[in-house]
């Protein structure tokens, strides 16, 4: 009963950040909307897992924890470099303005 | 209902509750680096508070040990993204929003 509950209030979330994942006038506000949904989605896995009273299922959760942490990292190098193969700020560390 | 029953809902009613305020957060601040704040804060939390309430509807089993790596990660994790979602807004040239400047 309470896992139906707060199950409702993790879909009532997700709806709401796909909601300014939709409207966000930046590409940033799509990506943080985007990582909100991720990170709700495993913590639905899980609650699924809870109901079904499966603990098995909780391994999907975790890699799907995994999964969403790498494509957001993903993501963002690609909008702050332009190119997903670029070695990163190559003057951080060594002195440089930054 | 049991002791632990009721510690077990009131934890995932503080977090359904705290998912809910971030996502009516991230909603209605006016910029990208409010609407960071509001979700970035709320997020881990949350995440938290929802899988102590699972980890006790599950007991003392395997699937409780599933769930504190699911925390642990989501403890690292979350902030993180948060850090560099900050910074390649700021990289890219992003300017905060000011009083009185136009909602976004």
Redesign the interface.
Known sequence: M??T??AL??L???A??I??ALLG??V??R???V??FG??T??LI??I??MADR?DY??V??VY??IN?VA??AV?KY??YGDLGHAGDQTAGKGGDH | MGLLDILSALMLLAGGLLGIVGAIGILRFPDFYTRLHAAGITDTLCTGLFLGGLAIHFGFTLATVKLGLIFAFMLFTCPTASHALARTARHNGLEPWKKGDRVA
């Open positions: 309470m896992l509950a707060a209030a993790i009532v979330t997700m709401l950040a909601v300014r006038p930046t940033y506000d990506i943080l909307a990582n909100m990170t709700k495993v913590l899980a609650f897992a809870g603990g909780l391994d959760a975790l924890a995994m942490f957001i990292v963002m909008f702050e």
